[in-house]
């Protein structure tokens, strides 16, 4: 209920600036303005809803052009030049700019919580392509040692049936598994090549371990032994998912590794005969097509060569530095952003006040007289020396506000405002006539009352 009555409160502050500027005759206006354009900003920051807003601005112009039909202290002219200066510039302005304000903070806040859940969504998917990656090398190579233990064993024993159907449900569960995966997977995310601690020879170790043959030809520097080298977390994933697909569909092959890295870009080569026909494309396999993705996204390449008893992988990677893991620093890039963000509207502000005060200025020139230089003149004088004390032009026709009953009986006259300044916006004229050049009265002209 408080932040209601808070909101009914700005919306009085908003209509009463855009009522009292207009109707402002003279400098009034200059204290007027800054307190309007700080009650209009909060207007718009804080009130909820634009029409609100535009019904207290429109109320409060209405009002003002109610008050100016019943009264004659404020020109036509007076109004219509607050009404496009004030109102705009301290009223419309500054409460638009409160309404860009509160919808940037609401845009930033949603756009915080939209970062929050991408960003769950993201570790989500990176733990299943990790679990995807190492329990699917973990159950090709426990699919291998059992194959092993097949050869190993009498086809006629019940032990040899124990590993044939350990073997089978080893190959089911990793089709479980790409299966798993596939629900998790987010196809518009790019694999996670977060540097691992794992070099390239201890992988190799491993699954010879398990019972891979495994032919191993580096030249240059293991990538993946160095900590940090996000060239070698790249190789390391695509040697561990190729490894997984020839325990799988060449198990008891010779698997050929090679790896220049003396170049740039590296080539990491796995190759393997197989039985028979080549792997099948999974339509929902997600390993060597998301490290084709996130080979590209880094200038890399990765190809994949099938025939039906040689099957190869070849990866293409530049050179990167050690990744720091460290995130950019909050605001770094917003600075300039933020500072724009003020600069722009203070800018385009300034620019229609100084147009502003240079069209006042030219319209003082041409019709303003003043008072010092009016009590200067006397009846009797030339054309001549009138002009020494008065340069404007002024005008053929007083303001519509002007009382003018006592016209002069003859002779040709001229009005000018009466104003001590630019900024003096008051209604008073001054009128001179003039019969064959010379000045027969000069006479002070108020509005009507």
Request: proline share 5%.
């Amino acid at each position: 209920m408080a932040i209601q009555w808070k909101q009914v409160l700005l919306l009085i502050v908003l209509a009463l600036s855009a009522y009292l500027l207009p109707l402002s005759t003279s400098g009034a206006w200059l204290f007027l303005a800054p307190l309007a354009a700080v009650g209009s900003f909060f207007a718009g920051r804080r009130v909820d809803s634009v029409v609100h807003g535009i019904i207290a601005l429109a109320a409060g112009a209405l009002a003002a052009g109610i008050t100016l039909i019943f009264s004659t202290d404020v020109s036509v002219l007076t109004f219509a030049l607050n009404l496009s200066t004030g109102v705009v510039l301290f009223v419309l302005l500054p409460w638009w700019a409160g309404r860009a304000r509160r919808n940037a903070l609401s845009f930033r806040a949603q756009e915080r919580h939209h970062a929050v859940i991408q960003a769950g969504l993201r570790e989500r998917a990176r733990i299943a392509e990790a679990m995807h990656d190492q329990l699917g090398h973990d159950m090709a190579l426990l699919a291998l040692s059992t194959g092993g233990l097949q050869m190993a064993l009498d086809r006629e024993s019940e032990a040899y049936q124990f590993a044939v159907r350990i073997r089978a449900q080893a190959d089911q569960a990793v089709e479980h598994l790409h299966e798993i995966i596939e629900v998790l997977h987010d196809p518009n995310q790019n694999a996670s090549l977060s540097p691992q601690e794992h070099s390239l020879e201890r992988l190799i170790a491993q699954a010879r371990s398990r019972g891979m043959q495994i032919n191993y030809q580096v030249t240059g520097s293991d990538p993946a032994a160095q900590p940090g080298s996000l060239t070698g977390a790249v190789l390391h994933q695509v040697l561990q998912e190729a490894l997984t697909n020839a325990a799988k569909y060449a198990p008891h092959h010779l698997v050929d590794v090679e790896l220049d890295s003396s170049a740039d870009p590296m080539t990491l080569r796995i190759s393997n005969p197989l039985d028979g026909s080549p792997p099948p494309a999974r339509s929902g396999a997600t390993g060597l097509r998301t490290l084709r993705a996130a080979l590209a996204l880094h200038g890399g390449s990765l190809r994949v060569n099938r025939s039906d008893d040689f099957f190869e992988v070849v990866a293409t990677i530049g050179r990167f530095q050690p990744d720091s893991g460290l995130p950019p620093e909050p605001g770094s890039g917003k600075a300039s952003s933020r500072w724009l963000l003020v600069l722009v509207p203070v800018l385009a502000v300034a620019a229609m006040v100084l147009g502003l005060y240079f069209l006042q200025l030219a319209t003082f020139r041409a019709t303003a007289l003043s008072p010092a230089d009016f009590q200067q003149l006397a009846t009797g004088m030339t054309r001549e020396e009138v002009a020494e004390h008065v340069q404007a032009k002024g005008l053929d026709q007083p303001l519509p506000v002007i009382d003018e009953s006592r016209l002069p009986a003859s002779g040709q006259c001229r009005y000018y405002a009466a104003r001590t300044g630019v900024l003096d916006l008051g209604s008073e004229m001054f009128r001179l006539c003039f019969s064959d050049d010379v000045l027969i009265s000069a006479d002070h002209l108020y509005p009507a009352s």
